[in-house]
C-alpha cells in the first residue's frame, strides 16, 4: 500500500472518529450553555483554523464576493441552522440516539436531489434504500412510545431539521455554486466566515460564561467540536476528497452514527437490541443508495449518480 494510501486511509478513520464524537461534546455543554451558545462557540474556535489554511494557501478573491448571496444562503444551511438543530436535538436526546439519526443525512440528501435536481435516477433499488433508510430513522425515533421508554419527539424533530438543512445545502451548492469555479476551501471560509456573524449577532451573551464551570465540557466545546470538529475535519474532508475521490469520500458518513453508538455504551447511556437493528438499517439503505450500478456489457461503474 502506497504511503499517500495509508494518510487517506488515516485521514478517513480521524474524520469519522471526530463526527461521531461530537454528539458527545454537545451533550456534555448542553447541560450548562443554550444550543445557540454552544453553535456560537463552535464557530468561533473552528473558523480560525479555516482562514489562517486559507490564507496560508492564498485562495480568497476579493471577486469572489460577488456571489455573497450564494455564501449566505449555505453559510445558513450547512454551518449555523444545520449546527444548531443538532445541538438542540443532541440536548434532548441520548448521544448515541442523536448520533444514529445523522446517519440518515444521506437519505434526505438523495430525496431532496432526486425532487429539485433530477440527477438522481430513481430505480427499484434506491427506492428500497430510501424505504430501508427511513425505516431504520423510524425504529430509533419509535413514536409509539410514550412514557420513560420514549424519546422526546422534539430531540428527534430538531436532528430531522438539520438533517433536512444539510441535505437542503448540497442541492442549493450543486444547483447554484458549482460553476463559480472558486476553491472548496475558499468557499467553506466564506461560508463559515458568515455564520460566525450571524451567530455573532442572534446569540445571548448572558450566561456564556457557565461553559467554564466545566473543564471536560469546556475542553469538549473549544478542541472537539471547535478546533477539531469543525476547523480540522473541514481540512481532513477536503484531503481525503482529493486522495480518494468524492464517491469514495461520501462513504465517511457511515462511520460518525456507529462512532456515537459505542461512545454512548461508554458513558453509560445504554444500548437496546432494536437501536442496533435500526441503525443498520440506516447504513444498509445508505450503502444501497449510494452503491454504483454496474454496466453488464463493460463492467464498468456509472458514478454519474
Known sequence: MKSIERSAIVAFASLGLIWGSNFIFMKWAAELISPIQIVFLRVLFGFF?????????????????????????MSILATALYYYAFAKGTALL??????????AIPLFTFVL??????????????????????LGVLLIARPWSTGAGGLDPWGVGYM????LSLGSSFVYARRFMSNLEIAPLALSTYQVGLALFILAVATPYSGLSNI?????????????LGLTGTGIAYV???????????????????????????????????????????MSAILVGV????????QRSTGV?????
Not at 461503474?301 to 449518480?305: A, E, G, K, Q
Open 49 to 73: 483554523p479555516i482562514l489562517a489554511l486559507a490564507l496560508y494557501r492564498g485562495v480568497l478573491r476579493k471577486q469572489h464576493l460577488r456571489h455573497w448571496p450564494h455564501f449566505l444562503v
Open 94 to 103: 441520548p448521544s448515541s440516539v442523536a448520533g444514529m439519526l445523522s446517519g
Open 113 to 134: 436531489t432526486a425532487l429539485f435536481l433530477k440527477q438522481e435516477s430513481i430505480n427499484v433499488r434506491k427506492i428500497v434504500g430510501v424505504v430501508l433508510g427511513f
Open 160 to 163: 430531522i431539521l438539520g438533517s
Open 212 to 224: 467554564g464551570q466545566s473543564g471536560v465540557a469546556l475542553s469538549g466545546l473549544v478542541l472537539g
Open 236 to 278: 481532513l474532508y477536503y484531503y481525503i476528497v482529493q486522495r480518494m475521490g468524492a464517491v469514495q469520500a461520501s462513504t465517511v458518513t457511515y462511520l460518525p452514527p456507529v462512532v456515537a453508538l459505542l461512545i454512548g455504551i461508554l458513558v453509560g447511556e445504554g444500548l437496546r437490541a432494536m437501536d442496533l437493528i435500526a
Open 287 to 294: 450503502y444501497v443508495i449510494q452503491m454504483p450500478v454496474r
Open 301 to 305: 461503474s456509472d458514478i454519474r449518480n
